[in-house]
């Protein structure tokens, strides 16, 4: 083999490796991992969209930690070191398939950005003034993270409803609650600033679940002691995924609902 012919089949093998590793690069990339990922609207899911529209497994390339619900309103979501679980309204909690769908679910990866400890016992009232107060900005989303022994907290569920769907008003007054006392666990979720409103629940919307797995669902009230640790993701990108055909494409979501939302969430 001459030289320039040795050199050339040298040079060919090189850009093939070089393509090979920039190829791996780019399919092995994370995703981005301070990005709030949403499926869906929460004003549509008022006004009564609670067809799942994605897969929960379509859900993990985005994130290990989030909330929402599934298929026909059926339960709460918590998505917790990137396990998804489903608090049921009969006080059970079960990990899901992944072909399970969600009509509305926030997920992101968390990191720990900060951590802002409490200095006193808070119901989640207080809690929701003084810790918004404390934040660096109340014009970021954060996912919230919180772990401890609760004295107090009392969760729901809402059960599957049937076509044609109600009003997520309507659907809350069959929801379950349970009232727990003492019990250890995680609180997931978010906070998101005012403009975010009519797209997510503005200010903290929190789930909950228990080390053992047992109890969980979305938190309508807690105590929270003192000098428990509330960490912080600082999540500055948002992406939303919309659904492109059935009821979300028909409903009016010109109105303003936050009263409505309100009166649900508490």
Do not use: C, W
């Not at 897969?55 to 290990?64: I, K, S, T, W």
């Not at 810790?131 to 809402?158: D, K, Q």
């Not at 009016?252 to 649900?264: F, G, M, R, T």
């Amino acid at each position: 083999m001459n030289r320039q012919k040795a050199f050339t089949v040298i040079a060919v093998v090189i850009i093939v490796v070089v393509a090979a590793v920039v190829g791996y690069t780019l399919t092995a990339a994370p995703a981005n991992r301070d990005t709030l990922y949403q499926v869906s609207t929460i004003d549509a899911l008022q006004l009564g969209v609670f067809a799942g529209i994605q897969p929960v497994g379509d859900l993990r390339p985005h994130g290990d930690f989030g909330i929402g619900t599934f298929d026909a309103l059926d339960g709460e979501m918590i998505v917790l070191d990137g396990i998804i679980y489903q608090a049921l309204a009969d006080g059970t909690v079960r990990v899901v398939p992944d072909t399970l769908t969600t009509p509305l679910a926030t997920v992101t990866f968390f990191e720990d950005d900060f951590t802002i400890t409490t200095t006193g016992p808070m119901n989640f009232s207080a809690f929701t003034t003084v810790m918004t107060e404390r934040l660096p900005t109340g014009n970021m989303a954060y996912a919230v993270r919180m772990h401890g022994t609760f004295p107090s907290i009392t969760v729901r569920a809402i059960p599957a409803q049937q076509e044609p769907y109600p009003t997520l008003s309507e659907a809350a007054a069959s929801q379950s609650v349970y009232t727990y006392t003492d019990t250890t666990g995680s609180v997931v979720g978010f906070f998101t600033p005012v403009f975010f409103k009519g797209l997510n629940v503005v200010g903290y919307h929190l789930h909950f679940i228990s080390d053992d797995r047992q109890t969980g669902g979305h938190i309508l009230e807690f105590t929270v002691p003192g000098d428990t640790p509330v960490v912080y993701d600082i999540t500055p990108e948002f992406y939303l995924v919309l659904p492109t055909s059935g009821a979300f494409t028909e409903v009016d979501l010109s109105q303003d609902l936050s009263a409505e939302l309100a009166a649900v969430e508490n």
